[in-house]
């Protein structure tokens, strides 16, 4: 509970802050989610309750949510079922229509989680990779499996940060790292979980993929969101009963972080009216 208290008076302080801060009323205009099923608001239980519909609604009035957060998708299949592509037409056409009032202003990206967890059913739950130890003896079953998901991620992130900065260059970007969805529930699952986001150093994967995405995020001009200590600890309160998924609480705390993270950085947030 004590958990659950701190996620919602985040996001009721970082609505406050929208609400009150130096930039006023936020000018309007419209904001894109990308990602997969995080996004799209699994776990919540009721829509509005999700982190994307609550950013929306600190967003005011003013803002059109357009959501192509698509449950499923890895960061291959968001690109080839046509959610990015779309979400970039709908931002060239916006940006080309004369009206600047229904600009995309803001996108949030949020990509990665099914390719790792396609491993986890395939390979772990499959028991030929029941834990990080057993991995690092099978690396032909095992370590080249990971290595060859993170190689293949990180040229696709690039596409997705160069494709939206392309598009919408006066947007802001936010881009999230992963959690981990075990932490402090499952203690095998947990070092397993730990070890594909932030790597382990001396062995051949000492990078992850919370690695990956803060690398991409350096020196470009993102906002970056780092949910992975958020979670480390806190399943139990956080992740919802199909143990991928945030809870409510799991949401809340996602977009407060979100929110709070745009008013540091000045963004013209307006909350609830």
Do not use: W
């Amino acid at each position: 509970m004590r958990v659950r208290a701190l996620a919602a008076a985040l996001l009721l302080g970082a609505v406050a802050v929208a609400c009150s801060g130096s930039g006023g009323p936020g000018s309007g205009g419209a904001y894109v989610a990308l990602g997969d099923s995080l996004s799209e608001g699994s776990g919540a239980s009721d829509p509005a309750a999700a982190f994307v519909p609550l950013i929306h609604q600190a967003l005011g009035d003013g803002f059109e949510l357009i959501n192509h957060g698509h449950a499923g998708d890895t960061s291959a299949e968001m690109f080839d079922h046509g959610h990015f592509d779309d979400a970039i037409e709908e931002i060239e056409r916006r940006s080309l229509d004369g009206d600047d009032g229904n600009d995309v202003r803001l996108i949030t990206l949020e990509i990665g989680g099914n390719d790792l967890l396609d491993l986890y059913f395939d390979l772990v739950l499959g028991g030929t990779c029941p834990n990080v130890k057993t991995s690092l003896e099978r690396d032909a079953e095992c370590i080249q499996p990971l290595t060859n998901a993170l190689d293949g991620y990180r040229p696709r992130l690039r596409q997705a940060l160069d494709g939206l900065h392309e598009a919408a260059p006066s947007a802001t970007i936010v881009l999230l790292t992963l959690y981990n969805p075990f932490s402090g529930r499952i203690p095998i699952f947990t070092e397993l979980g730990d070890f594909s986001l932030e790597g382990e150093e001396g062995t051949p994967v000492d990078e992850g993929l919370n690695d990956i995405i803060r690398q991409e995020a350096d020196g470009r001009d993102v906002l970056l969101v780092d949910l992975y200590p958020l979670f480390q600890d806190k399943a139990q309160t956080l992740v919802s009963d199909d143990l991928i998924h945030p809870n409510d609480a799991g949401h809340a705390l996602i977009a407060g972080v979100i929110i709070e993270a745009l008013a540091d950085a000045g963004f013209p947030l307006a909350g609830a009216e």
